[in-house]
């Protein structure tokens, strides 16, 4: 329903920003993370939001950039995992670690997350893991560009875990031709991707 919303940012509190838009204050709930990264009362801000509607709530959730939003709807695709869960591992979690993470089976990781217990942490990995299989194999059949650095073991995690964040092997592939083929980890490749999708 919106895509995202723009105005004067008017109040900020420790789970939500009210921005001004026209005379209305649009109440926005936000990780920490994105709050202190918002900017000053008064400014001029632009943040991507998700309407989220359940029989008995309705509310709006903002995030600064594309990738937040992506793990969002990721997170609440996770059976179990609702908006509050969700935005609480925005505040603990960046989504480049996150799907690292996942590709890595790193249940130690998403454990520390407050509220994410063993259990939560599996049933999260299995899921996207799960999701981002039946992807792979709706792209079977698909063209696939060849890249200088195919068969780094890295770069192959980075594509994956890239994919669980929802973005398609073509674009991923062409983001990856202009990063240079330096040994890095699996999360700064990640990063790096991010940063040029993004654009």
């Given at each position: 329903?919106?895509?995202?919303?723009?105005?004067?940012?008017?109040?900020?509190?420790?789970?939500?920003?009210?921005?001004?838009?026209?005379?209305?204050?649009?109440?926005?709930?936000?990780?920490?993370?994105?709050?202190?990264?918002?900017?000053?009362?008064?400014?001029?801000?632009?943040?991507?939001?998700?309407?989220?509607?359940?029989?008995?709530?309705?509310?709006?959730?903002?995030?600064?950039?594309?990738?937040?939003?992506?793990?969002?709807?990721?997170?609440?695709?996770?059976?179990?995992?609702?908006?509050?869960?969700?935005?609480?591992?925005?505040?603990?979690?960046?989504?480049?670690?996150?799907?690292?993470a996942i590709i890595s089976n790193n249940v130690a990781l998403l454990k520390k997350i407050p509220g994410i217990g063993?259990?939560?942490?599996?049933?999260?990995?299995?899921?996207?893991?799960?999701?981002?299989?039946?992807?792979?194999?709706?792209?079977?059949?698909?063209?696939?560009?060849?890249?200088?650095?195919?068969?780094?073991?890295?770069?192959?995690?980075?594509?994956?875990?890239?994919?669980?964040?929802?973005?398609?092997?073509?674009?991923i592939d062409k983001a990856f031709e202009k990063i240079a083929n330096t040994d890095v980890s699996?999360?700064?490749?990640?990063?790096?991707?991010?940063?040029?999708?993004?654009?």
């Amino acid at each position: 329903m919106f895509a995202y919303i723009k105005g004067s940012l008017e109040e900020k509190s420790t789970s939500y920003v009210v921005i001004d838009v026209g005379g209305i204050g649009y109440k926005i709930f936000m990780s920490n993370i994105s709050i202190n990264e918002i900017g000053e009362i008064g400014k001029i801000v632009k943040v991507h939001t998700y309407y989220y509607v359940r029989e008995d709530v309705i509310s709006l959730y903002g995030f600064l950039n594309h990738d937040e939003l992506k793990m969002f709807e990721l997170l609440l695709s996770v059976s179990g995992i609702g908006a509050k869960s969700a935005i609480s591992m925005l505040s603990n979690i960046t989504p480049a670690s996150f799907a690292c993470a996942i590709i890595s089976n790193n249940v130690a990781l998403l454990k520390k997350i407050p509220g994410i217990g063993p259990k939560t942490a599996q049933r999260i990995i299995l899921e996207l893991q799960d999701k981002l299989k039946s992807e792979e194999e709706l792209n079977k059949n698909s063209e696939e560009t060849e890249i200088s650095v195919a068969n780094n073991e890295n770069v192959n995690e980075a594509i994956q875990a890239l994919q669980i964040l929802g973005y398609n092997k073509k674009e991923i592939d062409k983001a990856f031709e202009k990063i240079a083929n330096t040994d890095v980890s699996v999360e700064e490749l990640i990063k790096k991707g991010l940063s040029i999708l993004a654009r």
